[in-house]
């Protein structure tokens, strides 16, 4: 649980307060001998909706009828979407996209009817812009999300993962019977194994679908980690036709 702690801004004020449960996407043991196991990342994790705003921040809403609305996830097509279809139900030349976030819209100058007139811009429905080819990575978890439109182009690939193993065998040395001024003593003695495995390189055909792409990943049959590097790889090549976004 993480306690109450406050979130400041660059000018050193506090504008919310964070309280709550942790979700951690790993988890981890030790023994009493000192060995440990870990998974994934045990020192960072999420709130959800674990902040509460003390400080708002100030908008044009109220310091006149001009107003401007943000997409959420800026986009082009969106964003004209949205001024045509409050041109088309309240007439030519009140909205217009001013970039690929930003909605500038005329209202009206009297307060109260400005909320009647943000009510009713709300509930509008607007076709948004197909989703761009994107691909996220979380390496905290390993989890990755592919987006419906990514493609591949054709590419061949190696991947080689090396395993490391230390076993820990302490030697205990002990005196004879008759030694008097001997004392039992433990020796570690560590064994080291490093195991790399000698993959082949394997093609990669032009994959235009997301069936495609999971077909190909599960015939590969990658740990999440090593997935993880390998569209890195792919990104840094061009062979990945998305975005790459770690998070």
Same mark, same amino acid.
């Given at each position: 649980t993480w306690l109450l702690t406050?979130?400041?801004?660059?000018d050193g004020e506090v504008y919310a307060l964070a309280q709550g449960d942790l979700v951690v996407g790993g988890f981890g043991a030790e023994g009493q001998d000192g060995?440990?196991?870990?998974v994934n990342v045990v020192n960072a994790g999420r709130i959800a909706n674990g902040a509460i705003v003390e400080r708002g921040v100030e908008t044009s809403f109220t310091q006149g009828s001009e107003l401007q609305f943000n997409l959420l996830r800026p986009d082009f097509t969106t964003a004209k979407h949205v001024a045509e279809r409050i041109n088309g139900m309240l007439g030519s030349d009140v909205a217009n996209a001013l970039d690929a976030g930003t909605v500038h819209v005329r209202g009206p100058q009297d307060a109260d009817q400005r909320v009647s007139f943000v009510s009713l811009l709300e509930n509008l429905e607007v076709e948004p812009g197909e989703a761009p080819a994107r691909v996220v990575i979380n390496s905290r978890t390993g989890t990755i999300v592919v987006g419906n439109h990514v493609s591949v182009e054709p590419v061949a690939v190696t991947h080689g993962s090396m395993t490391v193993v230390v076993t820990e065998n302490p030697q205990v040395s002990q005196p004879g019977p008759f030694g008097g001024l001997g004392r039992?003593?433990?020796?570690?003695?560590?064994?080291?194994?490093?195991?790399?495995? !000698?993959?082949? @390189?394997?093609? &990669?055909?032009?994959v235009t679908t997301l069936d495609q792409l999971v077909e190909a990943v599960n015939?590969?049959?990658?740990?999440? !980690?090593?997935? @993880?590097?390998? &569209?890195?790889?792919?990104?840094?090549?061009?062979?990945l036709r998305a975005d790459l976004i770690v998070i």
């Open positions: 406050p979130l400041k801004g660059v060995s440990r196991v870990t039992t003593v433990v020796t570690p003695q560590s064994d080291v194994q490093i195991d790399q495995e !000698g993959n082949r @390189m394997w093609k &990669l055909a032009g015939s590969v049959g990658a740990a999440p !980690g090593d997935l @993880m590097a390998i &569209l890195e790889a792919l990104k840094q090549s061009g062979a």
